[in-house]
């Protein structure tokens, strides 16, 4: 087991977590090293928190669990962190703020809000997989915000690790010397205590000026139903105390100091935060657009004259359309998606209507897993039951008569005789495989329109593979054919690159000749006729039968690529008749066939829901 809080790698003079709370802003400055943790997913990090918790004594060995910084259900079923969290704890007479982040690509604006607060950065590579595509993003990321880089190889108790090799990849692609790079097993705690102190040697201690005016970051909110906006600030001048009037600069409004103080991990009050110090601020704040990520505080008596830089607002990649399965939800769904804007900075929404599913909000989000977990997290924390359309990205839609029109929304895009050409988003895609497994990749890549940029051996068994890839072919089971294909040892990473021009148009479902927006979608030329037929097929089997045959048909423009009937239910006009003559059935047969047709003309197909929720579903 990792060493407990009476453990001989506790420096003397260290009390528990939460006697310093109390001091939280008096700690000399030279004493205080911020840090976040950043790697590629699974490869250690939440663990790593653990054993930091349990070495510094911040947690009651009675209360320790598995993920303690990972607060969310979510997060512990799935085994991902989804939101960075920060934690202040007590090493060796010195006060470390630990900020432990999430590794997924679509979770990477998490990672950069979280390294603005910190002046170092713990970077952590599984010593049986080496670097993987997050492992260099982040560690780009971490370069950027010019932290100093602390690498560490972990898991090395495991049979298949490999440190040398993988300290010497980690020299050879990011520069690190490996004679400095840390070996350890956040699972059984070996190397952990050697990790603080490097951390304490290395990271530099925080600047900032304790007598200039105040000016604190908020890196990430909350809400709190009773106590409004929850705010994780780093000070960077000044000093924030209690009872005092705040002026949130870029929101203009002035509010009152309710509470101040440090998370040990619970929650601490404070009587003043000062430079360097990362803690919480709660300020009575309702509305939840005036405590947004990225926002600068200060004084209202004393104001800084110039806000911090904030962050550049991420943009969405992947759209899809939201809805309440019950229309009078809607006031919830848009309380909801402005309480969770708040947490989550990096989707957007905007109110849209759709002929077929109502009113509802068009969201924008940073890939598939965080579209995934967004319209989860709405499910389970605010009560909602919610369908969601097929995803779709962001086109540009030249018209002959010189205009651009900017579609999110597939139903949105002008007719085919107005436009000259379209444009779509293409990725440059990073993919780490073991060499054995190139061609598979590559197969999978040209199957998807991509285009090779360049390919690297990193060592003889390992290449790194660039491609040009269109998003929308990344955005519905990219990810999870590639894993597949190469038993699971892929890793990915992807950044916006540019727009180019492709053959794209639009797929319309008729069900009944009337067409359903919310089946729309816009594919390329040369998948358009196999879409259209798995569509149709599928929505056969999914509306129930009706008293008249229902044509399902798949249109680009007027032209009907593919077709498929619902057959009608017959009522048994002929039960009464038990014999007779054969005149008397063929007359109540005509009438039926009469009603029939009239019924058709006039009829309604009412499409249940669970046919949209199985027909939107992705990946089948």
Do not use: W
């Not at 990321?141 to 990849?169: F, G, M, S, T, W």
């Not at 430079?275 to 309702?286: E, F």
């Not at 990225?294 to 904030?310: D, I, K």
């Amino acid at each position: 087991m990792p060493a407990q809080p009476d453990s001989p790698h506790r420096g003397a003079g260290d009390a528990p977590s939460g006697v310093a709370s109390s001091s939280a802003g008096t700690v000399a400055r030279d004493r205080i090293r911020n840090f976040s943790i950043i790697s590629h997913v699974d490869h250690g990090k939440s663990t790593l928190s653990d054993r930091i918790l349990e070495l510094t004594g911040a947690v009651d060995p009675r209360l320790m669990r598995e993920q303690y910084l990972d607060s969310m259900d979510i997060e512990r079923e799935r085994g991902i962190t989804i939101k960075a969290q920060n934690v202040r704890v007590l090493f060796r007479g010195h006060v470390l703020h630990l900020i432990d982040t999430p590794g997924h690509v679509d979770f990477g604006y998490e990672v950069s809000r979280s390294l603005a607060a910190c002046e170092g950065a713990v970077l952590l590579v599984d010593a049986s997989q080496g670097i993987q595509a997050q492992t260099l993003a982040n560690c780009y990321q971490a370069i950027e915000h010019d932290l100093e880089i602390v690498a560490v190889l972990n898991k090395i108790d495991l049979p298949a690790a490999d440190p040398e090799r993988c300290a010497k990849e980690i020299e050879q692609v990011l520069g690190l010397p490996a004679d400095e790079i840390l070996r350890i097993s956040a699972k059984t705690g070996e190397g952990v205590a050697e990790l603080l102190d490097a951390v304490v040697e290395r990271v530099p201690p925080p600047g900032g000026d304790r007598d200039a005016p105040l000016r604190a970051l908020i890196f990430d909110s909350a809400y709190d139903q009773y106590r409004g906006v929850i705010s994780s600030v780093r000070v960077m001048d000044g000093v924030l105390e209690a009872d005092t009037r705040l002026r949130f600069m870029q929101a203009g409004s002035v509010h009152e100091v309710e509470e101040i103080g440090v998370r040990t991990p619970e929650p601490r009050r404070a009587d003043r935060l000062g430079p360097g110090d990362v803690g919480y601020l709660i300020a009575g704040i309702k509305d939840v657009g005036e405590a947004r990520s990225g926002e600068t505080v200060t004084t209202a008596l004393r104001p800084a004259a110039e806000p911090l830089a904030g962050y550049r607002d991420p943009k969405p990649m992947v759209f899809c359309g939201l809805y309440p399965i019950d229309g009078d939800e809607l006031p919830e769904l848009r309380d909801s998606l402005d309480k969770l804007k708040l947490n989550d900075a990096s989707f957007t929404y905007e109110p849209e209507s759709s002929h077929a599913l109502g009113t509802g909000f068009r969201c924008g989000f940073l890939g598939l897993l965080h579209m995934e977990i967004v319209r989860e997290r709405l499910e389970r924390e605010f009560d909602l039951s919610l369908i969601a359309t097929a995803p779709s990205v962001e086109y540009r839609a030249y018209l002959t008569d010189g205009a651009v029109v900017v579609v999110d929304n597939p139903t949105d895009l002008p007719e085919q005789s107005r436009i000259d050409h379209i444009d779509e988003p293409v990725l440059t895609a990073t993919i780490l495989t073991p060499s054995e497994y190139t061609g598979t990749v590559m197969d999978l890549c040209q199957g998807r329109r991509a285009e090779m940029q360049r390919m690297e051996y990193l060592s003889p068994e390992r290449v790194e593979l660039v491609y040009s890839i269109p998003l929308a072919e990344v955005v519905v089971d990219f990810f999870d054919q590639l894993k597949s294909r190469t038993k699971g040892y892929a890793s990915l990473d992807y950044e916006p690159a540019t727009y180019a021009t492709a053959a794209l148009v639009r797929v319309d479902l008729m069900i009944n000749h009337t067409p359903v927006d919310a089946f729309s979608t816009i594919v390329h030329r040369s998948q358009a006729d196999a879409y259209g037929r798995r569509m149709t097929e599928k929505l056969r089997e999914l509306i129930p039968r009706q008293l008249f045959e229902v044509p399902i048909q798949a249109a680009i423009g007027g032209r009907v690529v593919a077709r498929e009937t619902v057959r009608a239910r017959r009522k048994d006009v002929l039960a009464k008749c038990y014999g007779g003559d054969i005149t008397r059935k063929r007359k109540l047969l005509e009438r039926q066939k009469e009603g029939k047709k009239r019924m058709k003309n006039i009829g309604r197909v009412e499409i249940p829901q669970e046919a949209f929720i199985s027909a939107l579903r992705l990946g089948d």
